[in-house]
Structure formats: structure tokens, C-alpha cells
């Protein structure tokens, strides 16, 4: 059985398209405005998109998601209600990809088999677990495989060969690539040098490679997509919705504000 991510990027291909993946952090700022925001994006030219689930202690997330995560927390979020709210927008779209991205312990603390279980009921894609290395990928392989839930991995600027090979692997969908060093959404990657890392990704694996962290504008993007297979905003979209928030602007001026910006990054 096929899986959305690898149809949907088929689809692109034959269209001459690239993926434009946005991130929203479950629950964020809250569970109604972030169902809202999910149902949003796919008319705004996001062809995939990644939600974070939050948690209290994230060791790669930039101070924005951050600050989102512990929003969402307060204001209850769990595993169980973000499958909920995706289960939701199912019943509204079919053909998007998601991609939940989270830590190892709190989906280990759900129940491993109950969280793959309820993540494909869910109409769930693919996988980020940001702290589980390959080396611990026994633990999650068997039922990613049975529940058709593809185990997306991030390198960084600094992997080395070797190890992209061993990460290519026991990766399916599609490589992520962190375009800088360090945490989300606090520095600005180097186009160049994220060129020849890709390139040298695409040397070593068939797997689309997706550039994140750092991506922001329109002319990031332009770039970008010119080697790899697209982009992925988030922390950007993060800090509106924040910025919104502390100005106690209303739901509908976040949906605006949103869906202008993403307007302007996908208006090629």
C-alpha cells in the first residue's frame, strides 16, 4: 500500500512542483484555532505538513517552538487529542501528507504499538523522532512498517557520509535536511553550503530531500528548490501566531495573518 507522502511526491514530480511543507505546533495557541490552521494550510500551497508534538523538554527546538510547545501543554494538548484533531481533518482532506514530529519519551510513555496503531487510524504519514538515533531504530522498524508509517530522519550539516548511508537506510518518504547547525529558527542558512550538502546527500540516496530550519522568504525557497525537493516553514509561522498572541488579536487575524505570509512565500 502506498503511503501519501510517496504519492503526493509523485505527483509534484510529474507537475514539475516541490514540496512546500508548513510546521504548526498541536495545540497551538489553542487546540480550536490550530484545528482551523491545520484545514487552512492545503488552500495556502502547503502540499505536506508536519505538526510538533509538544514537549516540556525539546533539545533541537528553537525558542519559538519552544514557547509553542509550552502553550499548547498548558492548555492540555496530548498525543491522544492531536490524533483526534488529524483524524478530523481527515474527514476534510485525504490527499495531504502528515508528519508528526516529536521525542521518544512521551510516544514510548503512550504505548509504542497503541501510538503506531492510532496514528494510522488517524490518517498519520510519517514520523520524526527527533532523539532516536538509528542505532535504536529496532525499537520503532517493525511497526512503522506494519502501520505504513514512514520513519523520517534529519541530517545535519555536519553528518558524515557514512553516516547519511546508515541514516538512508532506515529512512523512508524522505530525508530532512536541517539547513543549520544548532536549534530551529534562529539563524539563517548559508545557500551555498546547503547546495553542496544536498548535493552530496543525493549521492549517496534516492529519498527526496526536504530543507528546513531557518527558511523564511520567498527567495530562501526560489533557491533552495533549484536542487532539493522542497522547503519546510515553521518556527517563521510560529512567531506570527505568537506575535498575534501577545497583541490579543482574535482567531480570524491570526488565519489572516498566516495566510498572507505563506501568500507570499508561495506565490511562485
Known amino acids: 500500500m502506498k503511503n501519501r507522502i510517496e504519492t503526493k511526491f509523485l505527483e509534484l514530480k510529474n507537475l514539475n512542483k516541490k ?16 484545528e482551523n490552521l491545520l484545514l487552512l494550510l492545503p488552500k495556502l500551497g502547503s502540499n505536506l505538513i508536519e505538526i ?17 510547545s509550552q502553550r499548547a501543554i498548558k492548555s492540555g494538548i496530548n498525543i491522544k487529542k ?23 519519551n512521551p510516544i514510548y510513555q503512550f504505548g509504542l504499538k497503541d501510538f503506531f496503531y492510532k496514528s494510522n487510524k488517524s490518517g498519520v504519514d510519517g514520523l520524526i523522532i527527533v532523539d532516536l538515533p538509528p542505532e535504536e531504530d529496532s525499537l520503532i522498524k517493525n511497526l512503522s512498517e506494519e502501520y505504513n508509517i514512514h520513519n523520517i530522519r534529519l541530517i545535519a550539516p555536519t553528518t558524515s ?27 539563517k542558512p548559508s545557500i551555498n553550503e546547503v547546495k553542496k550538502s544536498v548535493d552530496s546527500i543525493k549521492k549517496i540516496s ?18 533552495i528548490n533549484k536542487f532539493a525537493d522542497g ?29 498572507n505570509f505563506l501568500l507570499k512565500l508561495n506565490r511562485g
Do not use: W
Open 19 to 34: 514540496f512546500f511543507a508548513c510546521f504548526l505546533t498541536s495545540g497551538d495557541p489553542t487546540n480550536k484555532i490550530f
Open 52 to 68: 510538533g508534538l509538544p514537549f516540556s523538554d525539546p533539545m533541537a527546538d528553537g525558542p519559538t517552538i519552544q514557547r509553542s
Open 82 to 104: 492531536t490524533l483526534n484533531t488529524i483524524r478530523k481533518f481527515r474527514e476534510h482532506d485525504s490527499s495531504t501528507p502528515i508528519v508528526l514530529m516529536g521525542y521518544f
Open 161 to 187: 557520509k557514512e553516516r547519511i548511508k546508515k541514516i538512508s537506510k532506515s529512512s523512508r518518504g524522505f530525508l530532512y535536511y536541517v539547513s543549520v547547525m544548532g536549534i530551529t529558527g534562529t539563524k
Open 206 to 223: 534516492n529519498l527526496p530531500v526536504l530543507v528546513g530550519f531557518g527558511i523564511n522568504s520567498y527567495d530562501q525557497i526560489t533557491k
Open 231 to 259: 522547503c519546510v516553514v515553521g518556527s517563521a509561522i510560529i512567531k506570527i501566531i505568537e506575535e498575534a498572541i501577545e497583541k490579543k488579536e482574535q482567531e480570524k487575524k491570526i488565519l489572516e495573518k498566516v495566510a
